[in-house]
């Protein structure tokens, strides 16, 4: 299977799918996009999806957009190692703490909101205390199910589609300043999966985009 990834090094959309890819120990080519430059919004980009947000996945010669979509289909058509559990209240279990992130939190964090926050006249230190807020919010009702759920990872002793979306939400709190404090079950999954060499590869500054100030 040719996989290429449109994707940017900040992303946390295709942050989710980098992972996800890697772990199903795929191989795949990174085309990366500049969203500070606006490549996502040139006519190009926009024929591969009409949305012009990443992430995009070309699959031989077919296009798939938005993250869990992509994260469900790799699930689909590489069943190992599952980013789903077994049963269907686990399942469930899982794509809910994945989509209180994809859903919840990271929307109204996104490059877009904060570029329209911006044009309203909200003021850097405003715009990241936005970005803290839901975050905290969205991190307080993750937790108590870690708590529940977790044995090492978001849910369970093995990674899945929660810790994928779990993860670059974490890169972004820390980014942000969120103190993470008082969430000491998703800083023991983030320290775990700081060691798992899918997620070490994923990271944003191991991208061929990245930029280190």
């Excluded at 999806?49 to 798939?64: V, Y």
């Excluded at 975050?135 to 090492?152: P, R, S, W, Y």
């Excluded at 942000?176 to 023991?188: E, G, S, V, W």
């Amino acid at each position: 299977m040719q996989l290429t990834l449109y994707s940017a090094w900040r992303s946390s959309a295709a942050y989710r799918v980098r992972i996800g890819l890697n772990l199903k120990g795929l191989a795949y080519d990174i085309a990366p996009v500049n969203l500070v430059a606006n490549q996502h919004q040139e006519p190009a980009f926009a024929a591969l999806n009409p949305q012009r947000l990443l992430p995009a996945l070309e699959a031989d010669g077919r296009t798939l957009t938005q993250s869990l979509a992509i994260l469900e289909w790799l699930d689909e058509t590489v069943p190992e190692p599952p980013l789903l559990p077994a049963g269907a209240f686990d399942r469930a279990a899982v794509r809910t703490m994945s989509l209180i992130v994809a859903s919840d939190i990271h929307p109204v964090n996104n490059l877009r909101i904060l570029r329209a926050l911006t044009d309203l006249g909200v003021d850097e230190p405003d715009r990241e205390a936005w970005i803290r807020r839901w975050i905290t919010d969205g991190f307080t009702a993750l937790e108590t199910m870690i708590v529940d759920h977790g044995k090492g990872f978001a849910f369970g002793g093995a990674p899945s589609l929660a810790d994928c979306c779990l993860i670059p939400q974490v890169y972004n709190a820390e980014r942000f300043k969120t103190d993470l404090t008082p969430f000491p079950a998703i800083r023991a999954v983030a320290a775990r999966c700081a060691e798992h060499p899918a997620f070490v590869a994923a990271h944003p500054n191991n991208q061929p985009d990245a930029i280190h100030a």
